[in-house]
């Protein structure tokens, strides 16, 4: 091949690899959409399954129910996030392979996807302990959950390049109660109003869910205009 | 010096047209033909798994032309088309294979080793 053909050979692969990135993001912007209901719903059973369960006659049978909620309901909503930042992941490195600056890190660095839920695990049982009712795990709290919402920006702008406006509401929103329902507790020095701050959050997730699915076909807007690769 | 430097160019030519050649094999059809194969084998490595709507959405083929591309695809072992029978009716599900990760491989390496010999 000479540096003509392999020049047009370059042209039309990265030609075709942009094109596969601008038709997939309507389906990551879906995606999107899917997780943003499935955190919904489970930030609304972490916050308010407490009561019903703390009805529950009996302290083993109530820890037991507590443990057992709990963790199918973290197991299922990150087995889901996990589904939707590894695509988040594949589709930045073909981006990667797509640029000439190739970035051959991106895997290394999206890969925490394992920490993202120790720490996790870590939040939802401070939340779920008396440790809420101390300064330090509060703290705690409030910096874990900032740095999974970081995480959450940071794969958002990774598959869908220019975060959508649903996107910065739901990272918004839940810095917003995030920091809020920890300033409840400092304020009233308890954690009794800490769940209310998280309805805004809840809301907002729903709205995001039904904004994004509503509104992934127009990212395949984009495409018509798109060079054909032939 | 220059022998050398020959040798280098030879052998990174000779690794271009070996991926080339083996990505025009797998897809059955040569690479700088190939648009709406490619894209398909593309969007499945990234999602693994795809419904055929989804795939006529994003390719935007009519369905006779995507049926043509997918059996020509799962003719070469890169997927796998299932029907999965649904509250709704039954839903034709389409998976890559490993044969398939291995031609997105081939078409990823192919993209680095071009930018590189840039």
Redesign the interface.
Known sequence: ?NRDE?Q???E???C??T??VR??R??QRRAWGVYYSIWAVSILLFTFLSYPISLIRGAYLQLAAYVIAYVLIVLFASYFSGLVFS?AR??A??ES??S?H?DRNIKKKCGIGTLVLAVLIVAIIIIGSDLLRTAIGVLLEVIILALIDLYVYRMLGKSLGKIPFEGLMAVSVFMFSDVGSAATVFIYRSPEYFGYLWIPTIFAWFIASIYSIYHARDE?VV?IDSQ??? | MSDKSDHVEDTA?ES??YL?ESLGKQLNEP??KS?AR??IV??L???RK?SFS?LL????LGKGSLSNHLEKLQKNDLIKIRTVFRKNGPRISIEITETGMEAYRN??S???K??N??
């Open positions: 091949m392999i047009a050979l370059s039309h692969l990265k075709l690899g094109k596969a038709l997939d309507y389906l695509k594949r589709l490195n073909l392979d797509l000439d190739q395949l495409q054909e690769c032939n | 030519h271009l047209n080339l690479v700088m648009t490619l894209i593309i969007s490595a990234i999602n795809l989804d959405t994003i390719t935007a078409y990823s192919l993209l680095r071009l930018t010999s840039k």
